[in-house]
């Protein structure tokens, strides 16, 4: 039995050198996931500045809609009028065809590597504004795809629009900024 | 069949058996070496490594799948291949029965890429099939070890 114990570590020390070999030559991707700064949404910073400690109150957690990296619905409706930001649908297929936000470009949180051109074909570059959203809720999508557009393919502005396709539904905001099927 | 071995069957069986699981485990190996970044995010919605160490094990665990796999089909080094196939498959279903019945997560399971199902009693059936292969594939198999001064020894692996 010892022997067999002895051969599978080897076999993990030697599969463990091939994942470095291979790391190094091919993916170079960083070995750790560090946390990244995310930007802070413009229309939502100037309009509700953070408190100041300086009368000695604690600082109370800034609510969701308003904590970095995460944008409201106001200025998604902005970003919508004037063009001035690209969409992303972390949804999977079929949630994307049942509906989604006109012009967002489809990339599941399942299939980021495999899709990603489709964003580069839409003429997303890395510094333009990027908006993702998913289902709304805890939906957790639109936070690895925009993880993922930030830490591994250079993008500098990205968003996530926390409430999601929940309350692009229930809001009765959106109109005719609501698509329907597999086209942008 | 070999006329001088009365276990030819089982040794068929055997080799059938660690060459199905090890082909399952070279398919879901593929797409993690190809993409890891994608693995990785299917690890963290497990939400059960430290973000830190995400990536470390969505570039390492594909490596041991095939290098296990590799062990497997080979009779001198199946024994070594399934250990390291039934801890990882063991590990396999202790994730997903954390993260699907314990906090009720909706997830993708991650065990093939782009095509994983759902995390859920499919999966752990799958994972526990699979053990039962690599364990028939142990059990079933007498490897011979080279004779010495002549003796013909038969051990279990």
């Given amino acids: 039995m010892h022997r067999h114990l002895l051969t599978a570590v080897l076999i993990l020390f030697v599969s463990t050198a091939a994942a470095v070999v291979a790391n190094l030559t091919w993916h170079k991707m ?6 990244i700064a995310l930007p802070t949404p413009t229309t939502v910073a100037q309009k509700d500045p953070p408190p100041s400690s300086a009368g000695g109150d604690p600082i109370p957690d800034p609510p969701p809609e308003t904590a970095p990296g ?3 619905i106001d200025e998604v409706l902005a970003d919508l009028a004037d063009g001035s930001a690209h969409f992303i649908d972390a949804r999977e297929d079929h949630d994307y065809q049942e509906g989604h936000i006109r012009g967002a470009i489809s990339l599941p949180s399942s299939a980021i590597y495999e899709r990603i051109d489709d964003v580069y074909g839409a003429g997303v570059s890395a510094e333009d504004k990027v908006i993702v959203y998913c289902g709304g809720g805890d939906c957790e999508a639109s936070h ?5 557009l930030r830490r591994n393919f250079g993008f500098t502005n990205v968003l996530v629009y926390q409430n999601g396709w929940a309350e692009v539904e229930s809001s009765g905001r959106f109109g005719d ?3 329907v099927g597999g086209e942008p | 069949m070999n006329s001088r ?11 059938l058996c660690a060459i199905a699981v090890a082909g399952v485990f070279f398919y879901a190996a593929y797409e993690k070496i190809k993409w890891p970044g994608q693995f990785a995010i299917a690890i963290k919605n497990y939400h059960m490594v430290p973000d830190l160490y995400l990536n470390l094990m969505a570039l390492v665990m594909p490596w041991w799948e095939v290098a296990a796999a590799i062990a497997l089909i080979f009779p001198r080094t199946r024994r070594a291949g399934a250990i390291l196939i039934l801890g990882m498959l063991t590990m396999f279903i202790v994730a997903v029965s954390y993260a699907a019945f314990y906090k009720g997560y909706n997830i993708n399971c991650g065990c093939f890429g782009k095509d994983s199902a759902t995390a859920g009693w499919r999966t752990i059936g799958l994972d526990v099939l699979l053990s039962a292969c690599t364990l028939a594939s142990v059990y079933l198999c007498r490897w011979k070890r080279p004779a010495a001064a002549g003796f013909e020894v038969v051990t279990d692996a």
């Fill in chain 1, 70 to 72: 995460i944008v409201a």
């Fill in chain 1, 177 to 179: 900024l609501i698509s």
């Fill in chain 1, 30 to 35: 960083d070995w750790l996931r560090r946390p």
């Fill in chain 2, 5 to 15: 071995n009365p276990h030819a069957l089982r040794q068929v069986v055997a080799h």
């Fill in chain 1, 144 to 148: 690895n795809v925009a993880d993922e």
